[in-house]
């Protein structure tokens, strides 16, 4: 089974700065099968990028997804109010069908 | 507009079964699958398994295996996640998602429901 770990687990950052999250897996695993979510306090998940670069629909430009092999990243090139959040990366696999990182919490500083 | 409308809190007690039912609006039911994600609380996610909608077939996670039971009504285009044998640590916000597929092997939940809470507690 192919795990998945992200990092830093908490980012400090102030509004307008950038941020920059790290997902890695445990080994190389295709492109198409990473996935990345934002979650905020009291609500459910929602689908930011999907096969690692693939925005979702009305996600901000200021949003991207890169990444390839083991190791993904998720970049917020200049934060605003509502991006304070909790973000999960997701692989999908055979069993278990999905996996999901621990995520990152990113913090107003 | 894509809707997934879940049922409404549970409290339960250990030992006791749940039904949380995710209504389905807005699209073909049966052209995509429902995902069950939990989420304890101040946890992570955990993917707890997979019901298509065309079919009825499943994938559960080993975890949840012998005691879950995904099932859907079409008629109705509702997905049903049963969970039995409830223990404390089974307390978590219950989710159900919708699988999309975008070719190449790439699959994602592009919508989700709002969640349903169930407590498990004597």
């Known amino acids: 089974e192919i795990v998945l770990t992200q990092s830093p687990g908490t980012l400090s950052l102030s509004p307008g700065e950038r941020a920059s999250l790290s997902c890695r897996a445990s080994?190389?695993?295709?492109?198409?099968?990473l996935a990345w979510y934002q979650q905020k306090p009291g609500q459910a998940p929602r689908l930011l990028f999907y096969?690692?670069?693939g925005r979702a629909t009305g996600i901000p430009d200021r949003f991207s997804g890169s990444g390839s092999g083991t190791d993904f990243t998720l970049t917020i090139s200049r934060l605003e109010p509502e991006d304070f959040a909790v973000y999960y990366c997701?692989?999908?696999?055979?069993?278990?069908?999905?996996?999901f990182g621990p995520g990152t919490r990113v913090d107003i500083k | 507009q894509v809707l997934l409308v879940q049922s409404g809190v549970e409290v339960k007690k250990p030992g006791a079964s749940v039904r949380v039912s995710c209504k389905a609006s807005?699209?073909?039911?049966?052209?995509?699958?429902i995902t069950w994600v939990r989420q304890a609380p101040g946890q992570g996610l955990e993917w707890m398994g997979w019901?298509?909608?065309?079919?009825?077939?499943?994938n559960y996670a080993q975890k949840f295996r012998g005691r879950v039971t995904m099932t859907t009504d079409t008629s109705t285009s509702t997905a049903y996640m049963d969970l039995r044998g409830l223990r404390s640590d089974d307390t978590a916000r219950y989710f159900c998602?919708?699988?999309?597929?975008?070719?190449?092997?790439?699959?994602?939940?592009?919508?989700w429901g709002q969640g349903t809470m169930v407590t498990v507690s004597s």
């Open positions: 807005g699209y073909p039911f049966s052209n995509h699958g």
């Open positions: 998602a919708r699988d999309r597929y975008y070719g190449s092997g790439s699959y994602s939940l592009d919508v």
């Open positions: 096969a690692a670069s």
């Open positions: 080994q190389s695993v295709s492109s198409s099968y």
């Open positions: 997701q692989l999908f696999g055979n069993s278990p069908r999905f996996t």
């Open positions: 019901i298509s909608g065309d079919n009825g077939d499943t």
